[in-house]
């Protein structure tokens, strides 16, 4: 049976260093739920306290009504999967993946049974008679899944499952665990520092940073309307730009460095005055032309100073008039790439650029969704 997690006011605390001040979250039930951020972060400090190996210094957690503050790990009906995958070097894969039901007892005919169904279920009933040290990489890890879910847990936990996999394998793999989450509906906590894997993979993603969920919600809506500017950086790549918004008869504009304007709209209402701020362009939502030097043409003035091309998108790197750098992706053309040392000039797409105040970094738009909680429109 799986569970909905509920958590009030956490905290955790090593000694008189306290890594998790006052953390407040709720997972819904079957979901995917990520916990995303840099090394540090207090990710999986806040996993090992569901899981009952790291001791709660404050507040409550729960699994749907019950509180497991002080419950012992065996009790949780957890399945965990590590980095490391843990499997017993000394057993054959199936034995592995029975061991779980053996300590709970499960009648021999049933627990082989239960163990070949999800062997199938992770696609290496193959192996079953094989050594883990026979196995890649990327078996190994399916082996830990299906040890896992053999058991039936209310939760499964996923601390960093793919960072010893080659690319090739974690690209692979991430597809296997969100088919196979799917499939199960387990809920399910996933740890992990990598954006993309967080980005292909969850329902909701919590990104964190120094014990704080800086923003929780669906990954288009953080990827496209970030909370702060810490989560618009890590999430993706992101130019940043010093600028001002003023105010021009009631309209709100942009002006840049160099003293370029360009009217923006999706500013909160309490938040239209005169003030400085940052802009986060990702690569692709700013524009690139080369300079007509026959007229004078409206936005910010660049030099190419590198490229890489890579097939469907070029990716330019350019120093701006205003002394700033950025990098700019644009679909590859057939018939050339703008050369190394020239003049060209830089527009932003205003509909997708994101505002920040500089002296908070939190964004001043509308259309950003983040709540902990479950009366959202964070974005089922």
Do not use: W
């Not at 749907?64 to 012992?72: F, P, Q, R, V």
């Not at 017993?88 to 082989?112: A, H, I, S, W, Y």
């Not at 100073?305 to 097939?311: A, H, M, N």
């Amino acid at each position: 049976m799986s569970v909905g997690i509920s958590i009030k006011h956490g905290v955790k605390k090593y000694g008189a260093k306290t890594v998790i001040p006052d953390l407040s979250l709720n997972i819904r039930n079957g979901e995917l739920f990520t916990l995303l951020g840099p090394s540090g972060c207090g990710k999986t400090t806040l996993l090992r306290m569901l899981a009952g190996f790291n001791s709660i210094e404050g507040g409550e957690f729960y699994f749907n009504d019950k509180m497991i503050n002080e419950m012992d790990p065996g009790k949780r009906n957890i399945g965990m999967v590590f980095q490391n995958y843990a499997i017993f070097p000394n057993m054959t894969v199936r034995k592995n993946v029975e061991f779980g039901l053996k300590q709970k007892k499960v009648p021999k005919d049933e627990m082989r049974k239960e163990a070949e169904k999800f062997l199938k279920i992770v696609h290496v009933d193959q192996y079953a008679d094989s050594m883990p040290d026979q196995l890649s990489g990327g078996q190994q890890q399916r082996v830990a899944l299906a040890r896992a879910l053999v058991i039936r847990p209310d939760v499964l936990l996923m601390d960093e499952p793919l960072s010893n996999l080659d690319a090739k394998l974690r690209v692979e793999m991430r597809t296997v665990i969100k088919a196979l989450q799917r499939e199960v509906g387990i809920t399910t906590v996933y740890v992990t520092h990598d954006q993309e894997e967080a980005m292909a993979i969850s329902d909701r993603i919590a990104v964190m940073k120094d014990g704080v969920i800086r923003h929780c919600g669906n990954p288009k809506n953080i990827y496209q309307r970030p909370a702060d500017l810490f989560v618009a950086t890590f999430i993706g790549k992101s130019n940043l730009l010093k600028a001002k918004l003023k105010m021009i008869e009631g309209q709100c504009y942009l002006e840049f460095l160099n003293g370029y304007q360009v009217p923006f709209e999706n500013i909160l209402s309490n938040e239209q005055k005169d003030r400085d701020i940052i802009v986060a362009a990702r690569p692709e939502e700013l524009l690139v032309s080369p300079v007509e030097s026959e007229s004078v043409q409206d936005g910010i003035r660049a030099v190419i100073k590198d490229s890489v091309f890579l097939g469907l998108n070029t990716h330019y790197f350019v120093k701006l008039e205003t002394g700033e750098e950025a990098e700019i992706i644009q679909e590859s053309k057939i018939d050339s790439i703008i050369p190394q040392g020239s003049d060209v000039i830089l527009k932003i797409n205003t509909h997708k650029a994101n505002v920040f105040d500089e002296e908070t970094s939190l964004s001043i738009m509308t259309g950003v969704q983040s709540s902990v909680g479950l009366q959202d429109g964070e974005g089922a």
